[in-house]
């Protein structure tokens, strides 16, 4: 993902690629040295880091980057709500805004908008999210924003709670998945696919399923871009990327 949203910072004609971060990496991208400390982005007056990494290393970027006033657009997933909690925080003195989505492809965005429009009319739903056999936390990130949205919107219509689960007798440790805002999620990680996504909802007489497909992370790279050239407009932290569409 580092080395795709180099490419695309540096194709963009309204920005400037200063710098490069990445502990386990050597070399130059587009002509920049890339560095093995985050320090590289005050060296090089970064006005907006973006950070692809993981969870843990994510959090002491964070905080360094709202220390330093440099913006960040962030798709690190397996955050918790403490960890949302804290950047708000770190990101509230007004010095550096922070953009976190759990997924910057726009279709997944307009999924999740689908999914939480159909939710306030079907008592009943579940999350199948596939993704590559390399991906460290389940369930994704996508998933989990999804059931939360999908929560969030039978809540505010006074839907009430979701059908209860009928199941009284499970065969195999977690054939249910996990739960998520009253949602049964099932995580699907194997080799040969990249990330995928299905919500199912159903109602007496009739399912909608609504799918969204990615095959490579160029498809991240229009949101990226969006965030990264919003993010200075947007104070403290802003949690999707749907908040940053018309």
């Not at 939710?119 to 990130?141: C, M, V, Y």
Request: one cysteine or more.
């Amino acid at each position: 993902m580092g080395a795709t949203v180099c490419d695309a910072v540096a194709g963009d004609p309204d920005l400037e690629l200063v710098a490069a971060v990445d502990p386990k990496a050597t070399g130059e991208v587009h002509g920049i040295t890339i560095s093995p400390s985050i320090e590289a982005l005050f060296d090089a007056d970064a006005q907006v880091a973006v950070d692809f990494t993981e969870a843990v290393a994510a959090r002491e970027n964070l905080r360094w980057l709202s220390e330093q006033g440099i913006h960040a657009v962030v798709g690190t997933t397996g955050m918790t709500q403490e960890d949302f909690d804290e950047i708000a925080d770190w990101f509230g003195d007004g010095r550096a805004n922070c953009v976190l989505a759990p997924n910057f492809a726009i279709g997944a965005v307009l999924m999740m908008k689908f999914a939480a429009e159909a939710a306030r009319w079907f008592e009943t739903a579940e999350i199948i999210e596939l993704h590559h056999d390399q991906k460290i936390d389940a369930p994704s990130g996508t998933a989990m924003r999804t059931a939360q949205l999908m929560a969030e919107a039978r809540q505010a219509d006074g839907a009430g709670e979701w059908a209860a689960d009928p199941t009284t007798k499970v065969v195999a440790d977690g054939a249910r998945g996990g739960v998520a805002g009253g949602i049964h999620v099932h995580a699907v990680r194997m080799r040969g696919m990249f990330a995928h996504q299905e919500v199912i909802l159903g109602t007496t007489g009739q399912t909608l399923i609504l799918r969204h497909d990615t095959f490579g992370r160029d498809c991240y790279m229009p949101g990226v871009l969006l965030a990264v050239k919003q993010v200075a407009n947007r104070p403290g932290l802003t949690v999707g990327l749907e908040k940053l569409l018309d």
